[in-house]
């Protein structure tokens, strides 16, 4: 008879319940759903049901468009994984932290001055820091790029300077600082992936402006829901207005649902989660790391165990994204190295690094880890019968 569904390149068949061994090995984007399993076997705890007349109103019932009772929760989770001091500081709710972020540019380029305020990050950083800032078009800010492009020598310069830092780092997943200093220098802390999945927690980070998000702590990417914690009042006021202007606050139904799932992750003290979470990325690490060891075509980023406040000891690497090389003079287009492997991979070029670089994503589904691997595999068994 007739397909029930529309098969894709993956699956073939009657019903497309058949593997296609064509089937690309897609390693591109960061879609966090490793933590699917998790949330299957809290599937009862993690569940909603909405009566139609919940939440109908713009505002809770303080008149806010923050929920209180979720602020609570963010800051108890923070308290658990010991990844961020919250005492003392304010929190906005943004759509997904791709609001968040624009939300701190706009709020932290309002000094009065007579020029936009430069944007900067460093090599290999994020996309959207610069995508997003040249979008708006914003006479208060414009990207400017790789932090080693600051003058020093106009450091007396009023202009003020914001600096993306991203901790563990997209693509490569190190622990960053702040590189630019100086009194007119403001710091955005991008801390989605500073969670005991990723990375060793060695100290609770304590920045003026911290931006996470649920994307990469629960997976639900798809509700958009991020958040900043915030020391200054007057940076606060200034991006709740944002806020406001925007889009009148994030939306009630994700608040709620967002609840709901941080009170499951509180559960057991974070144990149920950040152990599965951690277990499942440091098991995919280990495998690509063994495998991409007998290679010599190809490496990947080194990173160093460390002390883990929230394990409490010291713990080996379990990044989200492999930041593959292609060593040899040759393979200068990496990706195209993988895609002829059947591998797909997000270019070198997007992180405004060169193209012998790609990021493989490791946080998609077990399926799309296996086959990456598998596909890996081949390409570093095939090595020798190419020289
Ligand atoms: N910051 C970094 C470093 C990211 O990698 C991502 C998503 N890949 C985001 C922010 C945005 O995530 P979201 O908008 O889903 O919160």
Redesign the pocket.
Known sequence: GKPVCECNTCFGGPDCSEFSPGCPADADS?DPLFLEPFWMQNAASSAMLVAGWHRMSYRFSDLSFISQELEKHIRKVHAIAKNAVTEGKYIVF????????NAAVYALSQQNSSSPAKVFASIPY?P?YKSQTDFFRSVDFEFEGDTSLLDNSTSDDPTNVIEFV?SP??PDGQLKKAVLQGPSVKTIH?H??YWPHFTAIPAPADEDVM?F????LTGH?GS???WALIKDEAVYQTMLTYMTMSEMGVSRDTQLRALKLLKVVLEGEGREIFDFAYETMRKRWEKLSQTLAMSKRFSIQEILPQYCTFFQKVRGPSP?YAWLKCEREEDRDCSAVLQAANIIGREGSMFTAGNRYVRLSLIKSQDDFNLLLQRINKLVSEEDDIK
């Open positions: 960061g943004g759509g997904g932290s791709t609001q968040v972020l994020y959207i991203t780092n997209n991008d989605a992936y931006i998000t649920i994307s990469k990417a958009r829901f991020g989200a």
